[in-house]
């Protein structure tokens, strides 16, 4: 299915049920920001998370009071379970490729190889994931990916937004312009509103960070080409103001060893 139908029939309301769709995030919780409330329109959706949820750093661990990264990763992984299961999706809809949180970038070739391995799977015909927008290194680590992975097994990607660098901080639920792609805005009902707000409350480690995150809309796009050896925007990337393991400057290099286009 082409992305232009797919977000047509998205946006209409129409029947998807048929749709063999891949959602490819980076944490587990990215898909429930991105589009929780269409969740329930996809029953045949696949996800796949690329990280387990647990920077290795071990702060997140601390300040959430697990005892290593492997108990912090499992209580996320457990969130998603039952956030998807308001959403009508069983656990066994999600699967992870285990790389740790903040880290993606640094397994680029195995992190392509999985992706493409469940697109051939689940004969996924579209792909949801990130833009790249310099937001977070697993964002722009897993666009990256995407793009190389439907070169092995072809599918057409649309992009969720998510959050980048804005004039004053974060900017969060909309896309950076890009010539020639626009998005489309997906208001949701009054219903999906209270059923997504109560799938983000899943989240309870991630409660103050997705407080940050509107609920009333959803906006997706057809992916853009990228040049992910040039940076997504001028000046400072956002997560480069956080010690995340990755600049700019050092995924750029990364990107460079990888047959994206």
Request: aromatic share 6%; hydrophobic share 45%.
């Amino acid at each position: 299915m082409p992305s232009g139908e797919f977000l047509r029939r998205l946006a209409s309301r129409e029947d998807l049920s048929p749709a063999r769709v891949l959602i490819v995030a980076a944490h587990p919780d990215d898909e429930v920001i991105g589009l929780g409330g269409q969740l329930p329109l996809l029953p045949r959706a696949r996800i796949l998370h690329v990280t387990d949820g647990a920077p290795r750093n071990g702060q997140d661990v601390a300040a959430h009071g697990f005892a290593d990264c492997a108990a912090y990763a499992a209580a996320r992984h457990g969130e998603l379970a039952a956030a998807l299961a308001l959403a009508g999706l069983p656990a066994a809809a999600a699967q992870t490729l285990g790389v740790p949180d903040q880290e993606a970038a640094l397994h680029l070739p195995d992190v392509v190889a999985g992706i493409a391995s469940a697109i051939a799977a689940c004969g996924a015909e579209i792909v949801v994931t990130h833009a790249y927008e310099g937001g977070h290194p697993d964002h722009d680590a897993i666009a990256l990916a995407v793009h190389a992975a439907v070169r092995r097994c072809p599918a057409s990607i649309i992009e969720m937004a998510g959050y980048h660098a804005g004039p004053h901080g974060i900017a969060v639920g909309d896309f950076l312009p890009h010539a020639g792609t626009a998005s489309v805005t997906l208001s949701l009902s009054p219903g999906q509103c209270a059923l997504k707000r109560r799938m983000l409350d899943c989240f309870a480690t991630q409660r103050a960070v997705l407080a940050a995150f509107p609920v009333a809309t959803e906006r997706l796009r057809t992916a853009p080409g990228y040049d992910f050896t040039r940076p997504p925007h001028e000046g400072r990337l956002f997560y480069e103001s956080f010690p995340w393991g990755m600049s700019g400057e050092r995924f750029r290099q990364l990107a460079a060893a990888v047959p994206w286009h």
